[in-house]
């Protein structure tokens, strides 16, 4: 079990805004950078949002993260249906001294 | 364009040794400053950090991996690869390479762009 927390799944419709949460601690999500990861069906994970809140070149501005404390949260606007995906949030752990991943979370688009 | 791709054996025995090679295209590992990193990911399930190793040489594994794996890198091929001793069914998993952007020490951070596609390991009889 992964020392940071997801959300197994969650769903929305075309159009809607969807957020996904990861909970952390002081040892990681608290006092480290998050980063978020988009794995489509069958394929490597991409890496979506690094140092909180930038994106690398060719990822759309729909997806943005955000952090408060020892909790993070990725938003999905306009929901398309080829976001349909796993995302999965990352940060450094100073306890592992190296990165720890979230279990990951399921976007279903309805 | 940076490209990484695995390569290895999709079939290993109980007890012995995986063994994986990840080979760098478009960038030469020797001159670039980053982190060469394996991640896998068991079936269903989530991702894993295993290990990285620092252009020049150093390695830094997961504590709970650390005694079974080691990560060398041969710049003459512009290749890194992946050792993983005395495997059971649990080491089976996509394994993942990827150029992990890390800093260690004050502030430090990870992150893992671009991955390979993936290379299936299946531990079996």
């Known amino acids: 079990q992964s020392v940071v927390t997801q959300p197994p799944s969650t769903s929305g419709t075309p159009g809607q805004r969807v957020t996904i949460s990861c909970s952390g601690s002081?040892?990681?999500?608290?006092?480290?950078?998050v980063y978020w990861y988009q794995q489509l069906p069958g394929t490597a994970p991409k890496l979506l949002i690094y140092?909180?809140?930038q994106r690398p070149s060719g990822v759309p501005d729909r997806f943005s993260g955000s952090k408060s404390g020892t909790s993070a949260s990725l938003a999905i606007s306009g929901l398309r249906s080829e976001d349909e995906a796993d995302y999965y949030c990352?940060?450094?752990?100073?306890?592992?001294?190296?990165?720890?991943f979230g279990g990951g979370t399921k976007l279903t688009v309805l | 364009q940076m490209q990484l791709q695995e390569s290895g054996p999709g079939l290993v025995n109980p007890s012995e040794t995986l063994s994986l090679t990840c080979t760098v295209s478009g960038v030469s590992i020797r001159s670039s400053p980053y982190y060469w990193g394996w991640i896998r990911q068991p079936p269903g399930k989530g991702l894993e950090w295993i290990g990285n190793?620092?252009?020049?040489?150093?390695?830094y594994y997961n504590p709970s991996l650390k005694s079974r794996v080691t990560i060398s890198i041969d710049t003459s091929k512009n290749q890194f690869s992946l050792k993983m001793t005395s495997v059971t069914a649990a080491d089976t998993a996509v394994y993942y390479c990827?150029?992990?952007?890390?800093?260690?020490?004050?502030?430090?951070?990870?992150?893992?762009?671009?991955w390979g596609q993936g290379t299936q390991v299946t531990v079996s009889a």
């Open positions: 990352a940060a450094w752990d100073d306890s592992l001294s190296g990165p720890v």
């Open positions: 190793m620092f252009y020049s040489g150093s390695t």
């Open positions: 140092n909180y809140n």
């Open positions: 990827a150029r992990d952007v890390a800093k260690r020490g004050s502030g430090s951070y990870a992150w893992f762009d671009p």
């Open positions: 002081s040892s990681n999500v608290g006092s480290n950078y």
